[in-house]
């Protein structure tokens, strides 16, 4: 039961940085941010960067799901464990950017506590 709640949950997060991926590249200004006040959402090379990022989310989402189709849940668990150091990192990042800590705590860093968790079952079960 836990397998499938965990398998269910790390889905939804593949799906969720899938999502997150394709709307910064189709509108860019509308997800550009982060919470990093002061972000240049207008200009050309921020957008590029923006599109790296992306392209890297989508990745990041489409490997969760290659890992629930072909993989054991431990592998998955550990997959979720490194990735945690991204929302993680995302979230000290918007700190030393003085960004609010809502976002901080409250996207990335909830993020981060939900794959841990995820994590934390599949590689107990």
């Known amino acids: 039961m836990l397998i499938t709640v965990a398998t269910v949950l790390a889905g939804l997060i593949g799906a969720g940085i899938i999502a ?10 509308t997800a550009a941010g982060f919470g990093i006040p002061g972000t240049p959402t207008g ?15 989508i990745a990041s989402g ?8 072909g993989a054991t849940p431990h ?5 979720m464990l490194a ?9 000290l990042i918007v700190l030393r950017s003085n960004g609010p800590k809502a976002a901080a705590y409250g996207v990335h860093g909830a993020t981060a506590a939900v794959m841990l968790a995820i994590s934390v079952l599949l590689l107990v079960a």
């Open 43 to 57: 200009d050309r090379t921020f957008q590029a960067w923006l599109t790296v990022k992306s392209v890297r989310d």
């Open 75 to 79: 592998l998955l668990g550990w997959y």
């Open 20 to 29: 997150i991926g394709v709307l910064q590249i189709r509108a860019p200004q």
């Open 62 to 69: 489409v490997l969760i799901f290659i890992l629930l189709a």
């Open 83 to 91: 990735a945690v150091g991204i929302p993680a990192g995302d979230a």
